[in-house]
């Protein structure tokens, strides 16, 4: 049994956690409907009326969203509230288009916290802690989103915001760090700083809650072993609120969807339906609670499962799995699908850290891919002929992905190191669109 927040909703039963959610789905359904045009639209056109909205059971009903939705709509097509009743905004980085913009009212903003309080108590964080917060501050809900839970759980805030390594470093030992909350690319950067200043015995780190990017299992056990922590994943998106829509427990087996907040499906993303437990699809949320950028059945683009398997921990909340990456994240070499995190994967099994990017680009009509990683230290150092080391890479990535890609194998600290989110793939294809 782990430590709660808010252990009556945390560990409520699923049936009056279903009951909870179908309450406040139907009474969601009528909000929107009764206060928003693009939903009262859209939900005519799908022949739907609020009262045909009873339960969960009827969320299938609904018709999906997209973020071109959202995109048509900027900036204040989807709210549900008078303008004078948001407080705050938050919005995507926007690099593929118009930007999403977020409004939140204060109990939204309420919520969210919350949300993220749950996440920092179940990494272990207490009143006695003294929370790191290098997420991006600003219109990038990492920042904004931790330090609100985190003064919530009453842990002593440190809003340092992300970059400046020397800094950062400062504070956590000046003034002991004890949580840190960052990218997982991050997190593996300021390890890597930590051992070349031989800072290792001066940090007091125990946990770190790390999200906003996919990162595999391996880095993860990397970062813990360079850390000396407990490297817990978290997740959100700005659409739906921020970080903290799910977060795992002790058992780092999956993460808790706050479903009082959120309803989760997985569906196919080539014809919506919906799928069964245990299927690898697109994630999709309904918010129930949220009222001035009230979502329905919106789809995320991210690739997961859930599962509703007993957790030891005792929150009774549906888990999803780590997404593997976003179907618009997936590369398409020639003709395969092919995710980051499988690169990933086979990188760090051979001891390489994640540093390494993917270069993709077309000569002619053929697709060319090449995977450049860095070498750590010690392997720079230590006599292995460059030729050996790229077939041994090449040979892993032809089997876990089914085809050839080349390797350039770099010096240590030939790629920038990440503040926020990682750039990991550049794909050079989109210049010949
Ligand atoms: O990244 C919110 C966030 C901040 C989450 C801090 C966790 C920690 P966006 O910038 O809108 O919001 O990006 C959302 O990032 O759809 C996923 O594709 C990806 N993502 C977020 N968390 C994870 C995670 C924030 N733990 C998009 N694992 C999402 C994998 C994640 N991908």
Redo the contacts with the bound molecule.
Sequence with gaps: MGNYYQPEIETMSVEELQKLQSERLAAQVKFVYDNVEFYKNRMDEAGVKPEDIKGIEDLHKLPFITKDDLRDQYPYGLLGVPLSDCVRIQS??GTTGRRVVAFYTQEDIDVWEECCARAIVAAGGTKDDVCHVC?GYGL???GP??NGGSHRVGCLTLPMSSGNTERQLQFMTDLGSTII?C?PSYAANLGEAIVERGLKDQIKLKAG???????TEEMRHNIEETLGIKAY???????IS???VSFECEEQAG?HIQEDHFIPEIINPDTGEVLPEGEVGELVFTCITKKAFPLLRYR???LCYLTRKPCSCGRTHIRMH??TG?SD?MLIIKGVNVFPSQIETVLLNLGYQANYQIVVDRVGNSDVCEVQVEMTPAMAISGMPIELRKKEIVKDLKSMLGIRVDVKILEPKSIVRSEG?AVRVIDKRHLYK
């Design positions: 995507t980085s997420y990038f809900t990492g989103g931790l909350c990218t809650i790390f999200g906003a990017e996919p990162w994943d978290i997740y959100g998106l700005t659409e921020g970080p903290g993460m995320t683009r991210d780590k997404p976003r994240d989110k």
